[in-house]
């Protein structure tokens, strides 16, 4: 089992910043790759961010880009997303999830945190 806890959400002005972490626990060896997604109210969770714990190869969506950054770090067993030039549409409820290959997909991730709230507001 792999425990995963993220925090660093809140609300934050359109243009603005934010930093996520995504702190993981337990069987953590058997996940080699941890992934970033987003689930805005009535809709189905998307990929944002990826990266291989190992190599820290990372993929990004389209959508963020340029704006937001994923990275780790090992002694900490813990995983950021720096959050930059914010949007509206960047409203989420942002989950952590740990897998076994960096992936957009979510049937990739066997483990996931419980989410923590982004809000941009105008």
């Known amino acids: 089992q792999v425990q995963l806890v993220e925090s660093g959400g809140g609300l934050v002005q359109a243009g603005g910043s934010l930093r996520l972490s995504c702190a993981a626990s337990g069987r953590t060896q058997s996940r080699h790759a941890m992934g970033w997604f987003r689930q805005a109210p009535g809709k189905e969770r998307e990929f944002v961010a990826t990266?291989?714990?190992?190599?820290?190869?990372?993929y990004y969506a389209d959508s963020v880009k340029g704006r937001f950054t994923i990275s780790r770090d090992n002694a900490k067993n813990t995983v950021y997303l720096q959050m930059n030039s914010l949007k509206l549409e960047d409203t989420a409820v942002y989950y952590c999830?740990?897998?076994?290959?960096?992936?957009?997909?979510?049937?990739?991730?066997?483990?996931w945190g419980q989410g923590t709230q982004v809000t941009v507001s105008s």
């Open positions: 990266i291989h714990w190992v190599t820290a190869s990372t």
């Open positions: 999830a740990a897998g076994n290959l960096p992936s957009p997909r979510t049937s990739d991730y066997a483990y």
